[in-house]
């Protein structure tokens, strides 16, 4: 049985790097945009640490832009 708001399988275990000396995880849930809030509410309430997260697909295209160029410059400095 899943949380509600959560969507079915996205549960990601974000690899063996991402977990630390007293064994906590880092994971990857994905929500329901109107279930976020209230599920960070229950996190917290539950001593899990999270942090919510809004993908906006022309940032990102902007930062992949900015990071190609990032890349080119060092590249002739170099």
Known sequence: ??????VP???KFLG???EDKDGNQL?????????AIEYSRLLKKNGYHNQLFNFDKEQYGEN???KAQLEQDMTTLN
Do not use: C, F, H
């Open 1 to 6: 049985m899943g949380l509600p708001g959560v």
């Open 9 to 11: 399988e996205s549960a």
């Open 16 to 18: 063996g790097e991402a």
């Open 27 to 35: 994971w990857r849930v994905t929500l329901m945009k109107d279930s």
């Open 64 to 66: 992949q832009k900015l």
